[in-house]
């Protein structure tokens, strides 16, 4: 079900942990295990690259399917860090966009930071970083060509089920999807999320740099990325309202016209088709973890698209999970706890932090609790552009995980 690939020819799995050990200095403490990464996001792929690495024989396996991913990725600070462990931080800055500038019509600002040598902030085309992470993650790692369908869950194994009727039992599982793990528990919000998604029209006029607008309930952004500008809208409503979704090109222009400046236009000449929509409810994880399967990614908090965290936030889920188990405590559940406890910590740092100093923008009264989590978490990563430095919580990576 599994292949290995090597670029010096087949190898036994006795003389790959021997070679890891001696690349990596371990005494092999918990790397019997086994480990299934099941996912195909840039997070689970990262988090098989990150396990590899200290020394483990992970399995990376496709979801049972395809989740709705975001066209585009902002990668922050931290996150490039970390992908600098794998050799990827800068093929990555090689194919992304930096992002220096910012513009807030909301509070009628513009903000230009210095030039720097490495960038705070950047973002890159989703199939432009899986390309890349499929060239450097997945041909170091073992894979399977079956989706994981069910997985079972006993107290000492996990019994993954694949498709054609395949088993195969591990000592731990870790995913980005909750689906395969019905024991991890999470809160439902209120608020359900509409979020829209398209390029800006190459014949319309664009913004050149990111830009953010807010109101109560909704809010509009566009960055640059590569030859294009990605645009994405946002609105809250409440979760008993099943009716609202609007997808056609008049009532989007009508909701979100007037967060645009009036000189652009990104829905003159916009097709219904090239519109991404989805709706979903606000969801807030209790844990991260549950007899053995562990979760990484966007399951593991509340975000919202548009947030510049959400994915450097999964990279950092990725490094630690595989840093807990493989020098943490040598029970793998214990192991699970540490790696929850530490993410817990991150993210109340990383909240204080986002409200603790006032933005430069100032914030933005008006706006609802929910959307308020997602103003935070821009400010947040655009901080080294509004406030002229970096905030302390992208700084002493990986330490401060």
Not at 75 to 93: A, D, F, K
Not at 161 to 182: C, H, K, M
Not at 374 to 401: H, K, M, N, V, W
Request: charged share 30%.
């Amino acid at each position: 079900m599994t292949e290995r690939a090597s670029a010096d020819g087949p190898a036994t799995d006795r003389e790959v942990r021997r070679e890891r050990r001696d690349r990596h200095g371990t005494d092999g403490r918990g790397h019997d295990r086994q480990v299934l990464v099941v996912g195909d996001d840039p997070t689970t792929v990262a988090t098989a690259g990150f396990l590899e690495q200290v020394g483990f024989d992970p399995v990376l396996a496709p979801p049972p399917s395809e989740r709705m991913q975001p066209e585009t990725v902002t990668l922050w600070r931290p996150g490039l860090v970390l992908l600098e462990r794998l050799g990827l931080r800068r093929p990555i800055e090689g194919i992304g966009t930096w992002l220096d500038r910012l513009d807030c019509p909301s509070t009628g600002s513009t903000w230009t930071t210095a030039p720097a040598d490495d960038p705070s902030l950047l973002t890159v085309r989703r199939a432009d970083l899986e390309a890349l992470l499929n060239r450097r993650i997945r041909d170091r790692v073992r894979t399977a060509d079956r989706s994981v369908v069910e997985i079972d869950q006993t107290s000492s194994r996990v019994d993954a089920a694949f498709e054609g009727g395949i088993e195969e039992s591990f000592d731990t599982v870790v995913t980005a999807d909750p689906t395969l793990a019905p024991g991890v528990e999470s809160r439902y919000g209120a608020v359900t999320i509409n979020v829209w998604a398209f390029d800006w029209l190459p014949r319309a006029k664009a913004p050149d740099r990111p830009t953010e607008r807010w109101e109560e309930d909704r809010a509009a952004f566009s960055v640059p990325v590569a030859d294009d500008t990605r645009v994405r809208l946002v609105s809250t409503v409440p979760a008993a309202n099943s009716t609202y979704a609007a997808t056609d090109i008049d009532t989007l222009e009508r909701q979100f016209g007037p967060l645009f400046d009036p000189s652009v236009d990104p829905f003159g000449e916009l097709a219904q088709h090239a519109v991404q929509y989805h709706r979903f409810p606000q969801v807030v994880p209790a844990s991260v973890h549950t007899d053995g399967v562990g979760l990484v990614g966007p399951a593991t908090r509340a975000s919202l698209p548009g947030d510049c965290l959400r994915t450097t936030l999964g990279i950092e889920d990725a490094w630690v999970f595989a840093d807990a188990l493989a020098y943490g405590p040598r029970d793998r559940d214990d192991a699970l706890d540490r790696y929850e406890r530490r993410r817990r910590r991150r993210e109340r740092e990383l909240r204080r932090q986002s409200t603790a100093d006032t933005p430069a923008a100032g914030p933005v009264e008006e706006v609802s609790p929910v959307l308020s989590g997602l103003y935070a978490s821009r400010s947040l990563a655009f901080r080294q552009i509004t406030g002229g430095r970096a905030p302390d919580a992208a700084e002493a990576i990986p330490e401060s995980l």
